[in-house]
C-alpha cells in the first residue's frame, strides 16, 4: 500500500514569507507526528495528532510554527514569517492505533530561508 | 530526563566487515526500542524493533538488535556490511502509551570497498 507522502519535496522561500508544508498519512493511522531535522542533527519532535484529540503541540519552537490535521488524515504544518534558521528537513510520520508507536516516515520537505 | 544517546557520530567499516552501532538510554519506564535508517534524500525506514520478549531481535537487511537492560543498551549489529549500507542510523525510544518517540542524535555510517 501507498506510505507517507510529503509535499513539496523541496522549497525555498525568503526570510520572512509564510510557507505550508503537506503530509499525507497512511490510510488508516490515527497518528501523525511533525519533525524536524536540521543538519547533522537527530530529529527534533514538533508536534503530534492523535485522533480527535487536542494535539501536543509541546515541541513546537515558536508561534511562528503552527499545524492542522483536516478529517483525521491530511495535515499541514505553517510557518510564518520564515526564518534562516528554521531551514531544515521536516518529517511527518504516522502511526497506527496500537500502544507501540511504531512510526512510519515520509521522504521529508527541504525547506531553505534564503 | 528521558534521553538516547548514540556515541559515535561517524563510522567506517570495509565492506564484509562486521558492524556495532551503539546505543544507550535513559528512561523511566519499560522501553520500546527502535532502530531507523535514513539514506540521503530519504525518509527514516524502520530496520528492528523491541517491545518485549527475547532481547536479540532480528530486522531487514540482515541486521539485528540486543536489549541489554542492565546496561540500558539496545547495539545494532550486521555480520557483513555491504557498500549499499551506508547511511545514517537513528536509534529511538518510546513506551506504551508515550506519544513521542526520543531519537539520537544518528551515526553516519561509510563502507570502503
Known amino acids: 500500500g501507498a506510505g507517507v507522502s510529503q509535499s513539496p519535496s523541496n522549497k525555498v522561500t525568503e526570510k520572512g514569507k509564510d510557507v505550508e508544508l503537506r503530509c499525507d498519512p497512511i490510510s488508516g493511522h490515527t497518528a501523525l507526528y511533525w519533525y524536524r531535522q536540521s543538519l547533522g542533527q537527530g530529529l527534533e519532535f514538533l508536534i503530534y495528532f492523535q485522533g480527535n484529540s487536542a494535539p501536543d503541540k509541546s515541541g513546537l519552537p515558536s508561534d511562528r510554527f503552527s499545524a492542522e490535521r483536516t478529517g483525521g488524515s491530511v495535515s499541514t504544518l505553517t510557518i510564518q514569517r520564515t526564518q534562516q534558521e528554521d531551514s531544515a528537513v521536516y518529517l511527518c510520520?504516522?502511526?497506527?492505533?496500537?500502544?507501540?508507536?511504531?512510526?512510519?516516515f515520509g521522504p521529508g520537505t527541504r525547506l531553505t530561508v534564503l | 530526563a528521558q534521553s538516547v544517546t548514540q556515541p559515535d557520530i561517524h563510522i567506517t567499516v570495509s565492506e564484509g566487515a562486521s558492524l556495532e552501532l551503539r546505543c544507550n538510554y535513559s528512561?523511566?519506564?519499560?522501553?520500546?526500542l527502535f532502530w531507523y535508517v535514513q539514506s540521503p534524500g530519504q525518509g527514516l525506514q524502520l530496520l528492528l524493533k523491541y517491545f518485549s520478549g527475547d532481547t536479540l531481535v532480528q530486522g531487514i537487511k540482515g541486521f539485528e538488535a540486543e536489549f541489554k537492560r542492565s546496561q540500558s543498551s539496545f547495539n545494532l549489529r550486521k555480520p557483513s556490511v555491504h557498500w549499499s549500507d551506508a547511511a545514517e542510523y537513528f536509534c529511538a525510544v518510546g513506551a506504551r502509551g508515550y506519544n513521542k518517540l526520543i531519537f539520537g542524535a544518528g551515526t553516519r555510517l561509510a563502507v570502503h570497498p
Open positions: 528512561y523511566g519506564a519499560t522501553p520500546y
Open positions: 510520520a504516522s502511526s497506527p492505533q496500537t500502544d507501540y508507536n511504531e512510526q512510519f
